[in-house]
């Protein structure tokens, strides 16, 4: 039996037999396949059926110094892209919001609870509590004015501690106050506020002190750009 298999596999492309028939058949569809495929494919497909000793030994060695410090810095700049990326999706966000640029008197306490519940989701608002002759409020009113100028995507609001309704929640001793507020939501409840600060404040300790509790993050975005800018270009 094991010698007519081999004489059926030895013999010629057009004998009868029916192995033979299914072996021409095979024969006749390979070379027809190899024959639409062009040379550079058939030497691709050729390196990829046997694959090259020096490729087998470029799998197996270790990885270099030096290569290993081009793929950490590929990681960065990828890093970097990924940052600037997420930079101007959160100025796009921010820029859909209305700017303000200046402190608003608010005269009653109808117009506190509005400013709260009816400005943009997007907005933050900071209200200062104040009242006239208590050490630190004017003080902190013309803070206020200044970092107005510098955020204009937040909302400084100042009202009269009388003006609000609940004088008797907002006594001397508490004031100057900081309520902060985003989409109705209170974020920040400073009573006294001046008592973290020295007898001469400015602008900027302020600006530090709500930083801590990350309020301020539009000047934080702002930091990270100039960041990317003496970084170089970023592609």
Same mark, same amino acid.
């Given at each position: 039996m094991s010698g007519s298999t081999q004489e059926e596999e030895e013999l010629p492309a057009?004998?009868?037999?029916?192995k033979g028939v299914i072996?021409?058949? /095979? +024969?006749?569809?390979?070379?027809?396949?190899? %024959?639409?495929?062009? %040379?550079? @494919? +058939?030497e691709l497909l050729r390196q990829m059926? @046997?694959?090259?000793e020096d490729d087998?030994? /470029? #799998?197996? +060695? @270790?990885m270099s110094v030096q290569e290993y410090e081009m793929i950490q810095?590929?990681?960065? /700049?990828g890093l970097k892209r990924y940052r600037k990326h997420c930079m101007q999706e959160m100025h796009e966000r921010l820029s859909c919001g209305p700017t303000f640029e200046e402190v608003y008197e608010?005269?009653?306490?109808?117009?506190? #609870?509005?400013?709260?519940?009816?400005e943009h989701r997007l907005t933050l608002v900071v209200v200062h509590i104040y009242q006239h002759g208590v050490k630190g409020c004017e003080h902190l009113n013309s803070c206020l004015d200044c970092l107005a100028s510098e955020y204009s995507s937040i909302k400084f609001c100042r009202i009269d501690a009388v003006a609000t309704g609940a004088a008797e929640r907002f006594s001397p001793e508490v004031l100057p106050a900081l309520?902060?507020?985003?989409?109705?939501? #209170? #974020?920040?409840?400073?009573l006294a506020v001046t008592k973290h600060f020295n007898e001469d404040f400015f602008a900027t300790d302020v600006e530090g002190f709500l930083n801590e509790y990350g309020l301020l993050s539009e000047k934080e975005f702002t930091a990270c750009a100039d960041d990317e800018a003496e970084g170089g270009d970023v592609e």
């Open positions: 057009n004998h009868t037999g029916p072996n021409d058949w /095979r +024969r006749f569809k390979l070379d027809s396949v190899y %024959q639409t495929v062009s %040379q550079s @494919k +058939r059926s @046997k694959p090259r087998k030994e /470029r #799998l197996n +060695r @270790k810095e590929e990681d960065e /700049r608010l005269e009653t306490g109808d117009a506190f #609870l509005e400013v709260i519940e009816k309520l902060v507020y985003k989409a109705g939501e #209170l #974020l920040g409840n400073f």
